[in-house]
């Protein structure tokens, strides 16, 4: 069973830090782009960034200079370092892969259950 598991959000002051990680497991060839995005309540799920095999990075206009996407293939992990939160940054944070499993020639998207990421003082 192949798995998009992330962790590390939670409730966060605005001006502050917080760092989201996103393991797959299971049956795994290869992982081709990773990505964040964020729904807020009532909004849209919409693209924070992603990260190529390759490493080519693309960012959102609202999160760029503050956020920066991180993978690491060995760990077939990705990451989001979220700095100098804003309160409109509260949002469900979900991981998103194109992972391709054994046996199949290309690739399939797949998302995680998404974690709460609350910025308020």
């Known amino acids: 069973q192949v798995q998009l598991v992330e962790s590390g959000g939670g409730l966060v002051q605005p001006g502050g830090s917080l760092r989201l990680s996103c393991a797959a497991s299971?049956?795994?060839?290869?992982?081709?782009?990773m990505a964040w995005y964020r729904q807020a309540p009532g909004k849209r799920r919409d693209l924070v960034a992603t990260?190529?095999?390759?490493?080519?990075?693309n960012y959102a206009d609202s999160v760029k200079g503050r956020f920066t996407i991180s993978r690491d293939n060995a760990k077939r992990t990705v990451y989001l370092q979220m700095n100098v939160l804003k309160p409109e940054d509260t949002a469900v944070y979900y991981c998103?892969?194109?992972?391709?499993?054994?046996?199949?020639?290309?690739?399939?998207?797949?998302w995680g259950q998404g974690t709460q990421v609350t910025v308020s003082s």
């Open positions: 998103n892969a194109d992972l391709r499993v054994p046996l199949s020639t290309s690739y399939r998207n797949y």
């Open positions: 299971g049956s795994i060839v290869s992982i081709n782009t």
């Open positions: 990260i190529t095999s390759g490493g080519s990075i």
